[in-house]
């Protein structure tokens, strides 16, 4: 009666480990099998086509990627472990396979398990093709953005040289007028400090054409018109981005010293999301009211805008300029 019993109760046990939809054995230290579903069984003929006498052997031919043909064997970080191995059969079918130990009456029992993740493969492979296409893009857009950047330089030197024609035009009308016209001694004084401004401007464009370093070029440039720069962070180092950078910085600085008679440019930059930010702010006189952007600033927004940056204005509680331009880094 008690030997019915057990042997009803095992039969039960193999009857109820063959109906479950994964893989399942469980094997002595020395490979000899304890337990061995019918699913497992299967895939067993399906990977080394023959039944699975010896654990060891069976796990050995997986993990050294011994399989039938058509069949491969991965080690996937995204979806492995370690003593986990990935199993994709030809017809797309995909398996994890995971060996562990257990502890049983003092006892270590060899546990191996199949499951089928097929879908979560899937869904892998497709994020890696959507990375893939989102890679791509990227690429295009800072390639993109290289041009923006140098159309932006080529347009700035456009611009530079044709206030520097119109300055020494101005400037040399106004010391014809002075010598010519017998103005006075103040009127040749004015006609002095033009040429000094004048000679300024082009000095200032020399220095930018020979400098290497674009934010030596900003140093120096402060250093000229007597303005400190506080900076605040990290400026950007990626050589598109630092151009760009201090581009906005010396219009931020000539705005500064033009409009708000300021002795000190605070300069913020940090990262944040993917972005590139940047601030800028002065201890000028404060504005009267909110700012239109117009000449050099208004060009500039355009550009930065094109390049898919953002720049935002405040004038109050005072005069603040912040530029977000998009991080490739």
Not at 127 to 149: G, H, P
Not at 193 to 222: C, H, M, N, V
Not at 261 to 269: N, Q
Request: with cysteine.
């Amino acid at each position: 009666m008690w030997r019915n019993m057990f042997q009803n109760r095992r039969a039960a046990i193999k009857e109820g480990g063959d109906n479950l939809p994964m893989g399942l054995c469980f094997a002595a230290q020395s490979g000899n099998v304890l337990f061995l579903n019918r699913m497992m069984e299967s895939l067993s003929y399906r990977l080394i086509g023959e039944s699975l006498q010896n654990a060891t052997y069976f796990w050995d031919r997986i993990a050294d990627g011994n399989l039938q043909n058509g069949i491969v064997c991965e080690k996937r970080p995204e979806l492995t472990k370690e003593n986990q191995y990935l199993i994709r059969f030809a017809n797309g079918e995909c398996r994890t396979f995971t060996r562990s130990i257990l502890e049983l009456d003092g006892e270590e029992i060899v546990e191996i398990t199949s499951a089928d993740t097929t879908d979560l493969y899937g869904l892998l492979c497709e994020q890696e093709r959507k990375n893939k296409s989102l890679f791509q893009i990227r690429k295009r857009l800072q390639e993109y953005q290289k041009q923006i950047v140098k159309a932006a330089r080529d347009e700035e030197l456009l611009q530079a040289k044709m206030r520097f024609h119109d300055e020494l035009g101005r400037t040399l009308m106004q010391t014809r007028r002075a010598l010519l016209d017998d103005k006075g001694e103040d009127a040749v004084l004015e006609a002095l400090d033009s040429w000094k401004k004048t000679i300024t401007i082009f000095d200032l464009g020399e220095r930018r054409t020979k400098t290497k370093d674009p934010l030596t070029y900003l140093i120096q440039t402060a250093n000229a018109v007597g303005v400190k720069l506080v900076f605040l962070g990290d400026f950007p180092k990626e050589q598109e981005i630092r151009e760009l950078a201090v581009k906005i910085a010396v219009e931020a600085l000539t705005n500064a010293v033009r409009h708000a008679d300021a002795r000190k440019l605070r300069i913020e930059s940090k990262k944040e999301n993917g972005w590139q930010i940047l601030s800028f702010q002065n201890d000028g006189n404060k504005p009267k009211g909110p700012i239109e952007p117009v000449g050099g600033l208004a060009g500039l927004i355009r550009q930065i805008e094109a390049a898919g940056g953002v720049v935002t204005i405040e004038w109050t509680p005072r005069f603040s300029l912040t530029v977000k331009l998009i991080c490739t880094c």
